[in-house]
T-cell receptor
Framework: GENVGLHLPTLSVQEGDNSIINCAYS??????FIWYKQESGKGPQFIID?????DKRQGQRVTVLLNKTVKHLSLQIAATQPGDSAVYFC???????????FGTGTRLTIIP | DGGITQSPKYLFRKEGQNVTLSCEQN?????MYWYRQDPGQGLRLIYY???????QKGDIAEGYSVSREKKESFPLTVTSAQKNPTAFYLC???????????FGEGSWLTVV
């Protein structure tokens, strides 16, 4: 259904610290998950992805963890920088029908 | 350059009017998507299309219509039945069998 009126959860982190952003997904049939970063007024930017046959994947300063048992996804950003301030979305995809659904999102603010 | 072109960037609509947002891609991707984003909120799926001449409703299809007559084009019409159309609209594509999703720059629609 529609989520009109819900506002993004927020997370504030001191510059240089690590941050963890969490996401719960709903579809047990989803087999591919993606994290996106969105800056104000722009389209989402791909960060990192993970398939359902994995539980961890690392990129540059970012790590995605997948727990299929509880349908939970997390994004860890190491040594945060001011440029990391943005809204972060998780997305899930079901290869059975190509439907791509986004989570609510979290606004990350890096405190200098 | 290959990419996704959304137009117009900004659009003003009078109440009771239908408006059409354009999405064109030259990436030769099969799947195309339309999302709506309200200020401070996440992306909600309106419609998606896996192949030409076929499309499926997303989570908030009421008041919207689409067509997919060509692989390159997936226009979205916001009809007068959509009572609260003011939002940021994003078009996206994925190539069949691949995972990376590409987003357009988005279109801002305002009802005046």
């Amino acid at each position: 259904g529609e989520n009109v009126g819900l506002h993004l959860p927020t997370l504030s982190v001191q510059e240089g610290d690590n941050s963890i952003i969490n996401c719960a997904y709903s579809n047990s049939a989803s087999d591919y998950f993606i994290w996106y970063k969105q800056e104000s007024g722009k389209g989402p930017q791909f960060i990192i992805d993970i398939r359902s046959n994995m539980d961890k994947r690392q990129g540059q300063r970012v790590t995605v963890l997948l727990n299929k048992t509880v349908k939970h996804l997390s994004l860890q950003i190491a040594a945060t920088q001011p440029g990391d301030s943005a809204v972060y979305f998780c997305a899930e995809k079901d290869f059975g029908n190509e439907k791509l659904t986004f989570g609510t999102g979290t606004r990350l603010t890096i405190i200098p | 350059d290959g990419g996704i072109t959304q137009s117009p960037k900004y659009l003003f609509r009078k109440e009771g009017q239908n408006v059409t947002l354009s999405c064109e891609q030259n990436l030769n991707h099969d799947a195309m998507y339309w999302y709506r984003q309200d200020p401070g909120q996440g992306l909600r799926l309106i419609y998606y299309s896996q192949i030409v001449n076929d499309f499926q409703k997303g989570d908030i299809a009421e008041g919207y219509s689409v067509s997919r007559e060509k692989k390159e084009s997936f226009p979205l019409t916001v009809t007068s039945a959509q009572k609260n159309p003011t939002a940021f609209y994003l078009c996206a594509t994925i190539r069949q069998g691949r995972d990376t999703i590409y987003f357009g720059e988005g279109s801002w629609l305002t009802v005046v």
